[in-house]
DNA sequence: CTTGACCTTCACATGGGTGTGATAGTTGGA
DNA sequence: TCCAACTATCACACCCATGTGAAGGTCAAG
């Protein structure tokens, strides 16, 4: 598909998927119109970047990450470099602090908007 | 506590703090010499900022939602607004999606570290 | 009284993600 | 054939979080 398909199939402006591209997120081929053609597999893998971007990690990051995040994980496992790994678990780590601290405050949230309803509900 | 050992205490730099202040985020009261002066519970309202930030909030949004995170959640209640409400439900949604992202992405890095892991131990 | 560590404000810079517009080539249908 | 819708590249600009440095005030210790 050309790109106007999967901004719309992935809610991403144009803009923003040659910008991922620029910085090696994703490699579209190119027609003989020079038009870029994305393959199927990629409307996920753009999700993927925008989750991750959402959650606030940079590109960079991203582009590190990104090979080892697919089901098959199987498959790409054959240089056991000592230094991804680390990168790996770095961020790793980072990820389950971030999801304890967003734990924390969506319950918050919770009690707080119950705390609303039932403020409404009983007195006023 | 003065800005350089809320600063120290946070890891947080002066200049962000007076950032945070700058977007209303943070009040400090003032000495006599014009020195910021910080209340110990803003420690850890400043770890909650630097929590949010980096799960990639931005100031604006957290600014409204603050002083809906305090655990004394009973206090607050007084004007039953929509509007806020509304927003908060946005917010708490937003991050039970992040929260489900970030699960689904540490599984997989999980995996695919296992794997580098079980790689390296069995074959070469 | 001076020095050094702290604080103030202000301003300018930078990096990353994003928007927008100019200019131009391609394509498919009326 | 021509128009509309798409695409391409390039450039400029924006917002936001952050760094950095200048110029100066405060204060405690020597």
Redesign the interface.
């Known amino acids: 598909m050309r790109i106007g398909e999967l901004a719309r199939k992935t809610d991403v402006p144009p803009r923003m998927l040659r910008y991922y591209e620029e910085q090696g997120l994703i490699t579209p081929r190119r027609l003989d119109n020079g038009y870029r053609e994305y393959d199927e597999y990629l409307v996920d893998r753009v999700r993927?970047i925008r989750?991750?971007?959402?959650?606030?990690i940079p590109t960079r990051i991203i582009g590190a990450?990104l090979p080892?995040?697919?089901?098959t994980?199987?498959i790409?496992?054959?240089d056991?470099d000592p230094e991804?790994?680390a990168m790996?678990?770095e961020?790793?780590d980072k990820?389950?602090e971030?999801?304890a601290?967003?734990?924390q405050?969506?319950d918050?949230?919770?009690?707080?908007?119950d705390?609303?309803?039932h403020?409404?509900a009983t007195g006023?």
């Open positions: 993927k989750g991750l971007l959402d959650a606030g990450i080892c995040l697919g089901q994980s199987a790409v496992v054959d056991p991804l790994r790996l678990v961020q790793h990820m389950i971030r999801i601290f967003l734990e405050n969506r918050a949230l919770t009690r707080y908007i705390a609303m309803d403020a409404a006023d």
